[in-house]
């Protein structure tokens, strides 16, 4: 581990290329169901957390994803169009909205998914147990090295 103290610039621009890679294939998996969908990557990541996080408000969509309400507007106004999401005000505050997938939304990020959850899969089968959790454990720190800042 302690080479790891003395990476060069050269090393570290060949980590973030892979990370570019990484996720240019991983959705560009998906672009046939997007496509089908006219739907792009902006949708994707809205769809994703919309399953993750089931029920989730505006503002703590907006938290997560760390755009504009105008950009958030956008999408989700694209995802209502074509009938993929629901909102429900909050019982207790009536100014908050809840935002879930409806059937069709689940369906549609179901395909989406099955065509990512492939590439993932595959490369995480074929790693060992301590190179997935060490992975894993990098990324985490890459996510909350940034929310640092």
Do not use: P, W
């Not at 003395?6 to 290329?17: C, N, S, T, V």
């Not at 570019?20 to 957390?49: E, P």
Request: aromatic residues 8%; without cysteine; positive net charge.
């Amino acid at each position: 581990m302690r080479e790891l103290l003395y990476l060069k610039d050269e090393q570290i621009k060949e980590f973030i290329e892979k990370l570019f890679l990484s996720y240019r294939d991983t959705f560009s998996d998906s672009k046939s169901v997007l496509d089908k969908y006219s739907l792009g990557i902006a949708h994707n990541k809205v769809l994703h957390i919309l399953s993750t996080y089931e029920g989730i408000t505006i503002g703590e969509l907006l938290n997560k994803l760390k755009i504009t309400k105008q950009s958030l507007n956008r999408i989700l106004r694209d995802l209502i169009k074509i009938d993929l999401i629901v909102f429900k005000k909050d019982q207790k505050d009536t100014r908050v909205k809840h935002v879930y997938l409806n059937e069709k939304g689940k369906k549609i990020f179901e395909e989406i998914f099955s065509k990512q959850k492939k590439r993932i899969y595959n490369a995480l089968l074929n790693s060992s147990a301590k190179e997935v959790i060490d992975f894993n454990n990098v990324l985490k720190k890459l996510i909350k090295s940034n929310e640092r800042i």
